[in-house]
């Protein structure tokens, strides 16, 4: 697992988990809040077939937090208005750069890799339901 | 606004505010989550005409404005323009995303099949009870996540589809600077990513009809969920920051002589836009194939082929500013037009 994995895994767990751990690193361990939760946006390039080329789709609405963990920074962006738990995400961040309670966000990490896939499963199963079979024609 | 310096004013101004509030009745909406589920089009083509991808702002702005969407379109617009840019996320590519519907019109058999996904083109538009026919799903754990290069890839492997000279270094922005005639490529097909919805559907409807000649085959239409990446700032490694929805459309026309080796090769035509929204992803995409591909029209009027027509009036937001701003008291400026038209008349008496 790389700790590049946490940012979007971690969305896929039950926030209250994130929320819990992180509280927890931070009774224990000295956390500062280097740039709060701000709404920012990202532009998004699009890859253009018709000449090989790229432009601009779009914009996407995000948020991002930056702390430091002893030392160590943590970082944590998420798509959209939510501000609560993207800073539990970057203490976590931090927390792993750090070395700190890092069983306990791989298995966070593992949790929410599997609620992903299931719910890709599922999404999939109801998609492929509406193959078009030509055979039977 | 001008009625703010008329006495009485501010209070007509904000009783009409009240007024306002109580004819879309806030009290009564539905809760936002449950507007994201049952209307996920309209607020689809918020995202997609605010150029801003926010599902939480667009089911705000579709409560805000009373379900009209070009003006909540208007307040993803405004929000975007209040927010620091973090930076570019990584390039998305239809080849990569998680697929949730996928039709070609130009082949039967394509790589990772046809897949119908949820729509309404198999609905009957009629308002009787249509019961679902309660089949099950079965074997989801054997399913897998369906990706699937585009169908025209086969034809540019055999070197029959026409690739558009590239001579942008780096795309253009038209929300930061937009650009002088002649347009950049990158720039037309921004412009028209964010464009108006029935705007685009109707200058692409132009060319269909016969004021131009783009009547395309649909190649590879598609919806699905696009990943979103970023660079850690402190590890410089790719990271996932979520999923978007997004539709993608490759349309072919007809074949062209291609200037680099004067070999005839079929233009093609794209469309991609925020969101799912089929219907404006093609009407992308036949703009795309008129304004970059030599047509024939009726009385030399192909209006879809001209880029100066397209860039500048597709823009919904814009177009409605323009257009509402008729409302504001132009009461001078009007004074002025009868003062002309007294001495024009008194002239011609004379």
Redesign the interface.
Known sequence: MNREDLNFYLQQTEPEQIIKLSTKIQAQHNVETLQRPVAQTLLLPVNDPVNHGKFYGGEILVVSVIVRVNQCEGWAMTMDTEQDTVFHMAVLDGAWASGIEQRAIAELVRSGKNNHHNRCCKEAAEVNATRVNFDLM | MSYVAIKGGTDAINASKRLFEKRIQPEKQLPEKDLLTTLPHSCDRI??EG???????AVKALLRSGGDLLEAAFYLRA??ST????????????DDI????RISSAF??IDG??????SCDYIIRLFQVQSSDG?K?????K????RAP?A?NNLRDRDMVL????T?GE?????RQFPLPPYP???L??VM??GETGSMLAFAYTSMRGYGDVHPTIGDLRTGMAA?S?T????D??????E?RTTFC?TVGSFQRDPKDGKLRLS???G???GHNETRAISMSIL?LAI?NQGYSMGGADIAANPEIIINHIDGIESMGFTNHFKLPHYVTFQADLHVLDKARSSCSD
Not at chain 2, 98 to 101: D, L, P, V, Y
Not at chain 2, 113 to 118: M, N, W
Not at chain 2, 143 to 146: A, H
Not at chain 2, 171 to 175: G, K
């Open positions: 995202i997609a150029a801003l991808y926010s599902d939480a702002l929000h975007r927010c620091r840019r973090a930076g570019i996320a990584k390039e998305i590519n239809s998680r697929i949730t519907r039967k058999d099949g046809q897949i119908l996904g949820p089949g799903i079965s074997d989801i754990a399913t897998s996540v369906i585009s025209l690739l558009l000279e590239n942008e795309a253009v922005d038209v929300s490529r990158s720039a097909m921004q990513s964010r979103i970023f850690h700032p402190f590890t490694g790719k990271v996932k920051i979520g978007i490759e093609n035509g794209f991609f836009c925020l795309d970059h």
